[in-house]
């Protein structure tokens, strides 16, 4: 009962708001065992306090085009749990950018960081500015109006803000120079994603990608299976796709298909990942140039992205975006013999597929706990610069496969606890509950 009142009193608040609603309905509701269990978190209202962002800063962010020309666009920061740490998570510079999205994102993001182990609450922002197609001036201008306002709610020890879709190693330096000039302090610890020359982390561009495959292979074992020989397919072809894609293939699998937001290609020899580096890292062009390079490969235009499932595959690995994975895409990789899927983007798979999933009892390695690593190599990007010290990146890999395979094992305890079996979604929902409930009643109601 209780449980059935904090959902339909958040949903009443935030009726306007899709992505939100679906983030925490697929939190509160694997958490019923735990409500069950705990009836003193009614009275403590503990469920509608964790639903609830402790802050909402949302501002105008106005700047100059090539032609002179005064654009605006709306900026957004969510700081939304800080009961374990600063504040931490990304900024994202794209169309979609609306205070739903902006909210979803800081919620997962508290579990995600919690399941690190490490000391840091969650938060998210960005803004509805879009990168694509505009100069190197303009984008830094962009970022310098941006950080303009953004600096005065941020800190090394409030909140610290990295990148996300849209916001790479150049927005970074932008905002971090930015930062630095308003403040007139070096303190490098207040953005993470920074460039190797001032302040950065070894490994911290292939963390999301790698943790995403270290949780998969953990997972893979203790179900008695191998990642090694499989067929994957994975969408996407920014960062988190494309370090995912390298650590499969060290590992022996096989990934034929990857995408981008106006279609995929497959490869059946096998994804040539150099080539795609070349084009999206270098180049930052359209993934279709790869069927014009490599012969044999298909390139398949697609504008809702969804062509990508219709593939053969034993391993499905969603690493675009939100909701890219409905019931008819779930249906269709199961008939087509998935068994295991990770999510490397943030809800890249809606409720309906997830529960399908699990009825037909698919792996899957969920958002929060699978695609972590990228938080937790910030995290320790944090602790080098407080060291005023570098790890090199083999210490940092270790670091994040340890990491990684903590977290694996955390939802699995809980999956066990629970009487759950192999539902990880779950697993990682409830034991990062565990975690931050605990914190916030420790520190009483504030």
């Known amino acids: 009962m209780y449980l059935d009142n904090v959902l339909k009193m958040v949903k009443d608040k935030n009726s306007n708001e899709p992505e939100f609603l679906q983030a925490v309905?697929?939190?509160?509701?694997?958490?019923?065992?735990?409500?069950?269990?705990?009836?003193?978190?009614?009275?403590?209202?503990?469920?509608?306090?964790?639903?609830?962002?402790?802050?909402?800063?949302?501002?105008?962010?106005?700047?100059?085009?090539?032609?002179?020309?005064?654009?605006?666009?709306?900026?957004?920061?969510?700081?939304?749990?800080?009961?374990?740490?600063?504040?931490?998570?990304?900024?994202?510079?794209?169309?979609?950018?609306?205070?739903s999205i902006m909210k979803f994102l800081a919620f997962e993001q508290c579990f995600k960081?919690?399941?690190?182990?490490?000391?840091?609450?969650?938060?998210?922002?960005?803004?509805?500015?879009?990168?694509?197609?505009?100069?190197?001036?303009?984008?830094?201008?962009?970022?310098?109006?941006?950080?303009?306002?953004?600096?005065k709610h941020i800190g090394q020890d409030v909140d610290v803000p990295a990148g996300d879709i849209g916001v790479g190693a150049r927005e970074i330096g932008y905002m971090f120079g930015q930062y630095r000039k308003l403040r007139n302090a070096y303190e490098a610890g207040?953005?993470?994603?920074k460039g190797l020359e001032y302040g950065g982390s070894l490994a911290r561009t292939e963390a999301t990608g790698y943790g995403l495959i270290y949780f998969m292979r953990e997972m893979l074992k203790a179900n008695n299976l191998d990642i090694k020989g499989k067929t994957v397919i994975i969408s996407g072809s920014g960062n988190v796709a494309i370090y995912a894609c390298e650590k499969a293939q060290e590992y022996g699998a096989k990934v034929v298909a990857m995408s981008d937001s106006n279609g995929c290609i497959y490869d059946a020899d096998g994804i040539k990942l150099d080539v795609v580096k070349q084009i999206k890292e270098v180049e930052r062009g359209r993934?279709?140039?790869?069927?014009?390079?490599?012969?044999?490969?298909?390139?398949?235009?697609?504008?809702?992205?969804?062509?990508?499932?219709?593939?053969?595959?034993?391993?499905?690995?969603?690493?675009?975006?939100?909701?890219?994975?409905?019931?008819?895409?779930?249906?269709?990789?199961?008939?087509?013999?998935?068994?295991?899927?990770?999510?490397?983007?943030?809800?890249?798979?809606?409720?309906?597929?997830?529960?399908?999933?699990?009825?037909?009892?698919?792996?899957?390695?969920?958002?929060?706990?699978?695609?972590?690593?990228?938080?937790?190599?910030?995290?320790?990007?944090?602790?080098?610069?407080?060291?005023?010290?570098?790890?090199?990146?083999?210490?940092?890999d270790k670091k994040l496969d340890d990491i990684m395979t903590n977290i694996f094992k955390a939802c699995q305890k809980s999956a066990e606890e629970y009487g759950l079996g192999t539902n990880y979604v779950a697993g990682a929902n409830i034991a990062a509950f565990d975690k931050i409930s605990k914190a916030m009643i420790a520190q009483g109601i504030i």
Request: glycine share 10%.
């Open 287 to 396: 993934i279709k140039e790869y069927a014009n390079r490599v012969s044999g490969s298909v390139y398949k235009e697609d504008t809702d992205c969804r062509n990508i499932w219709k593939i053969k595959a034993d391993i499905a690995l969603p690493c675009a975006t939100q909701n890219e994975i409905n019931l008819e895409d779930a249906k269709t990789l199961v008939a087509n013999g998935v068994m295991a899927v990770g999510e490397g983007a943030n809800m890249p798979t809606n409720i309906e597929a997830i529960e399908y999933f699990l009825e037909k009892g698919v792996l899957l390695a969920p958002a929060k706990a699978a695609n972590a690593g990228g938080v937790a190599t910030s995290a320790l990007e944090m602790s080098q610069n407080s060291m005023r010290y570098s790890w090199t990146f083999e210490e940092v």
């Open 190 to 193: 207040v953005l993470t994603g």
């Open 25 to 99: 309905y697929e939190v509160l509701t694997s958490l019923k065992p735990v409500i069950e269990k705990h009836p003193e978190f009614e009275k403590q209202a503990l469920l509608e306090r964790i639903a609830e962002p402790e802050r909402l800063i949302m501002f105008r962010v106005p700047w100059v085009d090539d032609n002179g020309n005064v654009q605006v666009n709306r900026g957004f920061r969510i700081q939304f749990n800080g009961a374990i740490g600063p504040y931490k998570g990304g900024l994202r510079f794209h169309p979609s950018v609306n205070q």
């Open 113 to 151: 960081n919690a399941l690190t182990g490490l000391p840091i609450g969650g938060g998210k922002g960005g803004s509805d500015f879009d990168p694509k197609g505009k100069s190197d001036m303009e984008i830094m201008r962009f970022c310098q109006s941006f950080m303009s306002e953004l600096y």
